[in-house]
């Protein structure tokens, strides 16, 4: 007779490992189709509400947050370029001294990266540099920032009460700087007239050849009369 296995020894991998691998894999691409879909879903919701309806959305299912951020950033990371390094860069060619607003800040990545004073607003806290607010309404004094960002935070159907209240906290020649997708306009020289309506005149239009589906947009000029 063969020599048996010793008591207690573990049993040599069989034909059930390969199944019990496979079943594994299967799951892990079922999890990662789920948080996609939903990822769309919430995505979606986003675009089609108001600010106030999003904050709403969030406060009722705070996973809901996790999971968009979780989706987006699985997203940019296949990009060439995530835009918010081409904002840390330019910002930090700029005066230290200069207040920054990030409206729809995420994880916070321009406060972490710069020296300037970030004022973090988001409807949920990633970090706990973030200001937790409607992009509609946040608590700043009229004509206190001298820069303002939306990097790829330009969400919900109230856009022009959001860029009013950028406006508001901005001061007399300050700097709005916008990075989207530029499927997120319909006719991207209407958004600039509108801007303009604003009071604000343009100063730089760049669709980088190294990620030409992304918008950047830098507008500079003296807030409307309030």
């Not at 020296?115 to 990633?126: E, I, T």
């Not at 530029?182 to 980088?208: T, W, Y």
């Amino acid at each position: 007779a063969g020599a048996q296995p010793a008591p207690g020894a573990p049993e040599p991998p069989g034909r059930e490992a390969a199944p019990s691998g496979r079943s594994a894999a299967l799951r892990a691409r079922m999890e990662e189709r789920l948080l996609a879909a939903r990822f769309r879903y919430i995505n979606q919701q986003l675009y089609t509400s108001t600010s106030r309806e999003a904050a709403q959305l969030f406060q009722s299912d705070p996973e809901a947050f996790e999971i968009y951020h979780r989706g987006f950033a699985q997203q940019v990371g296949r990009w060439p370029e995530n835009p918010v390094h081409r904002i840390v860069r330019y910002l930090r060619r700029r005066p230290a001294s200069l207040v920054v607003a990030d409206f729809g800040c995420g994880d916070c990545k321009i406060a972490s990266s710069i020296k300037n004073k970030v004022h973090s607003f988001d409807l949920v806290p990633l970090s706990p540099l973030v200001t937790v607010c409607d992009m509609a309404k946040v608590p700043l004094a009229a004509e206190s920032v001298d820069v303002a960002v939306f990097c790829l935070a330009l969400m919900g159907t109230n856009l022009q009460e959001i860029l009013e209240e950028a406006n508001r906290v901005l001061k007399q020649g300050g700097t709005l700087m916008v990075a989207e997708v530029a499927s997120r306009f319909e006719d991207v020289r209407a958004f600039m007239n509108a801007m303009a309506q604003l009071g604000f005149k343009s100063i730089s239009k760049v669709c980088p050849q190294v990620c030409p589906v992304l918008l950047g947009t830098g507008c500079t000029g003296p807030p409307v009369a309030r």
